[in-house]
């Protein structure tokens, strides 16, 4: 089955840096992988998403880049602030519609 | 569109006991998945079911179960509740086909004594 590791486990940046979390991937037929994010006691979140025939997708100040021959993406946040602190989660879907998550990636954002 | 609900929000139940939990996707939403919420082992898939149908089962013992009805809403059992149960139980229900989007509900808290 699919097996998906994230990095950092934890994250504290500057209010203003970007952050920047990884994860891998390990069934080359997965075909989709959204980022979620969970604030303290609330539901995930969707916050971007990116399928399999795309490299790159941006909203706003949030990104996320695919590498499919190196079985791995990535979330970019750029000018970070406090209410981007929370639990992100990414995940992959595979094509028996089994989404399986990261271990999850804390970030705080220092003011 | 009201979003996926979820019933009930919080339960506490003592071993050996079993428990049903309910989740109402977002109207003409047909997939609707359920996953556990541990502070160990993060989020594991359960099931994932589409018309009634269960298309997919994760890695989890024969006690945990799961259907769906033809209005969508799906509902989870666990039988012989075990401490280990304890978690937060999450539904997420995803569009019609062509989109792979799934939203989550606000889970329900399962507390096993």
């Known amino acids: 089955g699919e097996n998906v590791e994230q990095h950092p486990s934890t994250l504290s940046v500057q209010e203003g840096d970007s952050a920047v979390i990884k994860c891998t991937y390990s069934d080359s037929a997965s075909n989709y992988f959204p980022w979620y994010k969970q604030e303290l006691g609330k539901r995930p979140q969707l916050i971007i998403d990116i399928r399999s025939n795309v490299g790159e997708k941006k909203d706003q100040r949030i990104a996320v880049t695919l590498n499919k021959t190196a079985k791995h993406f990535s979330l970019h946040i750029t000018e970070t602030q406090p209410e981007d602190s929370a639990v992100y989660f990414c995940?992959?879907?595979?094509?028996?519609?089994?989404?399986?998550f990261g271990a999850g990636t804390t970030v705080t954002v220092r003011a | 569109k009201a979003g996926v609900t979820q019933t009930p929000r919080y339960l506490i139940k003592t071993r050996g006991q079993q428990v049903t939990l309910s989740c109402s996707p977002i109207s003409g939403h047909r997939s609707v998945s359920w996953y556990q919420q541990t502070p160990g082992q993060g989020l594991q898939f359960l099931f994932e079911y589409f018309s009634e149908t269960q298309r997919n089962k994760g890695n989890f013992p024969g006690r945990f179960s799961g259907r769906q009805f033809s209005n969508s809403r799906s509902e989870m059992n666990v039988s012989t509740l075990e401490l280990g149960d304890s978690a937060l139980y999450l539904c997420a229900s995803s569009p019609p086909t062509g989109s792979y989007e799934q939203y989550f509900g606000p889970g329900t808290r399962l507390t096993v004594t």
């Open positions: 995940a992959a879907l595979s094509n028996d519609y089994k989404l399986s």
